[in-house]
């Protein structure tokens, strides 16, 4: 695609409920990173994917948050039992993957944790 | 986690002068170091990266490195209404991840 994409662009969920927030990164891109944005905070590292390799899960916040990545592509961002902290905007980005590179994100999904 | 620290702001500056954004970052390690630009309710987008000592130029933005002191700064010269943003610095830590400041706010007043 043109650009990453993000689905969905808002999700509104109950506290205890699970979510899974799609990224589709920029085509051939072999790095991906998710961010978690928090109102008027800066951009919490999460968890990034390179190629083949394990990715570094460091910044996940707790075992209620896991990601994958298919094929290579694809990611999925999943929070299990839902807390009302886990209302922010979760960015996505990728890059060729190469180092001291510029990043691409998506549009983000703005969570909502009622 | 290694930190990236910004003065959260707002910095407020009239239009036509020239906006001073710092950051400092704690990993020694880090070599490359980026500035985002992010407009509310949108995402961020890269306007500068740097990874020498010194001062690197582009347009109206100056991007300066000092390793010794752990420091990086955004020059805005002839700031515009349009500049008012958040300034979000990167700093690369290890060889993929790069770790974000919590962004400094400017307002260009008309």
């Known amino acids: 695609g043109a650009g990453v994409s993000q689905s969905p662009s808002n999700k509104v969920t109950e506290k205890g409920k699970d979510v899974e927030l799609r990224c589709d990164p920029i085509s051939g891109h072999t790095a991906l990173y998710w961010y978690r944005q928090s109102l008027g905070q800066g951009l919490e590292f999460l968890i990034y994917f390179q190629g083949n390799s394990a990715p570094d899960k460091s910044g996940l916040p707790s075992d209620r948050f896991s990601a994958e990545r298919t094929g290579g592509s694809v990611s999925t961002l999943t929070i299990q039992r839902t807390q009302q902290e886990d209302s922010a905007v979760y960015l996505c980005?990728?890059?060729w993957g190469q180092g001291n590179e510029k990043l691409f994100f998506g549009s983000g999904t703005q969570l909502s944790v009622l | 986690q290694k930190e990236v620290e910004q003065n959260s702001g707002p910095l407020s500056v009239p239009e036509g002068a020239i906006a001073s954004l710092n950051c400092t970052y704690s990993d020694r390690g880090s070599q490359s170091f980026f500035w985002y630009r992010q407009y509310s309710g949108k995402s961020p987008e890269l306007i500068m990266s740097i990874y020498s000592n010194g001062d690197k130029e582009d347009g109206r933005f100056t991007a300066q490195l000092n390793k010794a002191s752990q420091y990086v700064s955004l020059l805005i010269r002839d700031s515009q209404p349009s500049d008012s943003a958040t300034y979000l610095c990167a700093g690369q830590s290890g060889t993929y991840k790069y770790i974000f400041g919590t962004g400094t706010r400017l307002k260009v007043l008309a």
């Open positions: 980005a990728s890059s």
